[in-house]
């Protein structure tokens, strides 16, 4: 028990020092972790042991502090924590109730500490385990959240709350059979708990199995009529079926009756990218302001002084732009930048801070506009962004996040010009690319972009697994070009080994890293195949022909047969996730036909 408990310190205290990735914002299931730091059952908990405690006075003192947390009034809770922590700082129950008061106000980060120093201090850690499970959970760390809810089941192997959190946790470390096998052993013993069913549903969703997954979600409805949570979580299945109007249906039933502020938040994201897949646009956009929701534990904070944009006439105006989401959304929404410019016309001023990767690529493309790196972190489970390398602000008149120019930019898909393309590679690059090329014989050259043999993600079910890119692969007189980054070895293997298929591997490239060469790359070659990410963005930014294999309900067509940010795509969409043969044949058969041409 004493190493396990020492276990449990250490990865509390990785916990509190962690620095974790960012990314943007995704439509996505909710299985959240269930339970609360301060509900009735865990106040009842600690009153109880406050009644325990020894020292008469201490007691009395817990007891308001824990009153005052049933009030939720967090700051006096603190305070009266706090004040019996001076006096005895080994009391493990005060330091649990500050870690609960101060999760409760966001200060995470020092609610990490409260809550290691009570996991030292208490003899029973199971519900501080279980709290910070979910704190960890909360803040996008499953590997340590796991680790807790394991030890949280130990000392409640029947409770269906430590069943469902460490499933959760699977989940999110794509260990969905070891998820599926806790979720069944609990079924056994509580069929009639509609949240198992949610969350088995869920499970079922991240390896593309939509059809089964709905199968459990009825059946969590049927238990709970007004389970927000599975009624979000079925119409996100829908959207794998490519059933759009009975997913929009679901979703907006589950924001009737919404869990949680932070499930609202997720439930009206959701709703906007299903109003922009049924090309509702104009409406989407609107909804889509829901992703800087402060509810968000993903939406960025931005660290940005000044006004912020909010329809003004740009004419002559000083302006700065912060790009958002994730970097292929970056390069996608900077679709806007020349009408952005052209608004600002020749006595205007436009600042851009842009990911770093992407920085000269950027400047090259827009010769007049400043382009500096923005600076964007995890910080205490919240995401900030900033432009660090900017010094005087007082020369913006205003400031805005690129997406703020969606509504009146682009209403509708026919409101997207034509333009060929709007990022300019190095054209020396691009010389050098095409002159490696060359040398690998006649024939159109081909980039490939794919996924892992081994991706399991929620996102793979997006992606065919390689092995059905046979028929593609098997076209005759193509040169196949590699663009996916990551590690890739195991996939030209096999192709090679198994499809008897050479894909050349661009030397001297990071494709990761050196954005600036990729998007040169991405030009040198006569088309690119894949589906939507970093990389094809880029290629569809800089006027390169795209084949882009895409879902039925993807909400960045706009409702729409084709690809409204870049003119060179060509779509070919699956009509369910899961089923990816039949596509596979249609890019087959147009890739002959372009390569006999």
Known sequence: AMSRKSALESSASALAQA?????????????????????????????????GTKNVENAKA???????????????????????????????LAWHILAIAREKTGDFASSLRAYEAALTLLPDHGPVAGDLGRLAFRMNMPELAAKFFAHYRLSRPDDVEGANNLACALRELNRESEAIEVLKAALNANPEAPVLWNTLGTVLCNIGDGAGSIVFFDEALRLAPDFSKAYHNRAFAKLDLGDIESALVDCEA??????????????????????????????????????????L?????????????????????????????????????????????????PDGFLSLAVERRLAPLFARSFPNVEVTAHRTVAYE????????????????DYWAAIGDFLPSLRPSAEAFPKRPAFLQPDPARVAHWKAQLEKLGPGP?????????????????????????EPVLHTPGVVFVNLQYGDCDEEIAFAKQELGVEIWQPEGIDLKADLDDVAALCAAVDLVIGFSNATINLAGAVGTPIFMLTGASSWTRLGTDYYPWYPSVRCFVTEQYGVWEPTMGRVAEALRDLAAS
């Open 297 to 345: 534990t993903d939406a960025p904070r931005f660290q940005i002084p000044g006004v912020r944009w909010s329809g003004q006439d740009l004419k002559g105006k000083s302006l700065m732009i912060t790009t958002e989401q994730g970097l292929g959304d970056e390069v996608m929404f900077a679709n806007m930048l020349p009408d952005i410019v052209e608004a600002l016309g």
């Open 19 to 51: 620095d974790v990735g960012v990314s943007g914002i995704h439509p996505s299931v909710i299985a959240n972790a269930m339970g609360d730091s301060a509900s009735a059952e865990a106040l009842d908990r600690l009153n109880r042991a406050a009644q």
């Open 62 to 92: 817990l007891g308001r502090a824990i009153q005052a947390v049933q009030l939720q009034d967090y700051a006096k809770a603190d305070k009266l924590a706090l004040k019996l922590l001076e006096k005895d700082e080994r009391l493990g």
């Open 381 to 396: 489970g919240r995401v900030f962004r900033a432009a660090p390398h900017i010094e005087n602000w007082d020369r913006f």
């Open 254 to 295: 589950a924001m009737r009756n919404p869990g949680s502020p932070e499930d609202l938040a997720m439930m009206q994201f959701a709703r906007a990218t299903i109003l922009l897949a049924l090309g509702r646009v104009s409406e989407g956009w609107d909804a889509y302001e829901s992703r800087f929701s402060p509810a």
């Open 445 to 469: 050259k081909v980039g490939l972009l794919w996924k892992s043999l081994k991706l399991n993600a929620e996102r793979a079910r997006q992606f065919s697994p390689f092995h059905l890119w």
